[in-house]
């Protein structure tokens, strides 16, 4: 099992661009979760996605959404890119169930130019 | 509003010495409370968690609700835990993980 793989794992954009952010969860998940680590940050939570749907929202503006897939893969897509969304991006896959243990991913390095 | 705090992003100790890793949180009700790891070029992992009482790697947390904390110990730090610590919580009945900013550990041989 590869566990949690994200893509790419680095990308450069320029500003007002939009990118897609793609997850694969651990084998057997079926929740996915994405976060936001900007430099000498802790992960900030964006959203969850469980059942295809958006089960749970952090603060942050419409311009980042997201999608489940039926194979429990998700995309991240943030439009008109700021330079302030230059990031790291985590994905997370869980269990369904409430507050089971969640892994990451390596992440992927988003650079707004 | 749920907050984590890591006081400290930095600290230092040599092999053999004692760590802890503060963390305080703000939370009404009652969190679940986590202890995550970033070793080098590795992905974020799970520590501990409060609701399993283990201790993993010699590392404990205890939470004290008293004093909304749930500092990370261990009693003889070795150069191989050296890494990016994080504390989270998760609010009751959701999986929406709160990190603080983290604490880097060095161990000096």
């Known amino acids: 099992d590869a566990g949690v793989t994200q893509s790419p794992t680095h990308l450069i954009k320029t500003r007002g661009q939009q990118v897609t952010l793609r997850c694969s969860p651990k084998s057997g998940h079926d929740t996915v979760s994405w976060y936001q680590q900007a430099l000498g940050q802790g992960p900030q939570f964006i959203f969850q996605?469980?059942?295809?749907?958006?089960?749970q929202r952090g603060n942050f503006p419409d311009r980042f959404s997201g999608h489940q897939f039926p194979n429990y893969s998700s995309e991240l897509n943030v439009n008109a890119l700021l330079l302030g969304d230059s990031a790291l991006y985590l994905c997370?896959?869980?269990?369904?169930?409430?507050?089971?243990?969640?892994?990451f991913g390596q992440g992927t390095r988003l650079t707004v130019v | 509003a749920q907050r984590v705090t890591q006081p400290e992003k930095l600290l230092s100790v040599f092999k053999g010495a004692p760590v802890e890793l503060k963390c305080n949180y703000s939370?009404?009700?009652?969190?679940?409370l986590f202890w995550y790891v970033q070793y080098s070029r590795q992905r974020l992992q799970l520590l501990l968690r409060h609701i399993s009482r283990e201790s993993i790697k010699g590392f404990t947390a205890d939470l004290n609700k008293g004093e909304t904390s749930f500092h990370l110990k261990k009693p003889f730090a070795q150069e191989e835990d050296s890494a990016m610590y994080y504390c989270a919580l998760t609010v009751y009945n959701t999986d929406k993980l709160i990190f603080g900013t983290g604490t880097r550990l060095q161990v000096f041989p």
């Open positions: 939370y009404s009700g009652s969190p679940e």
């Open positions: 997370a896959s869980s269990l369904g169930q409430r507050n089971t243990e969640a892994f």
């Open positions: 996605y469980y059942e295809e749907e958006e089960r």
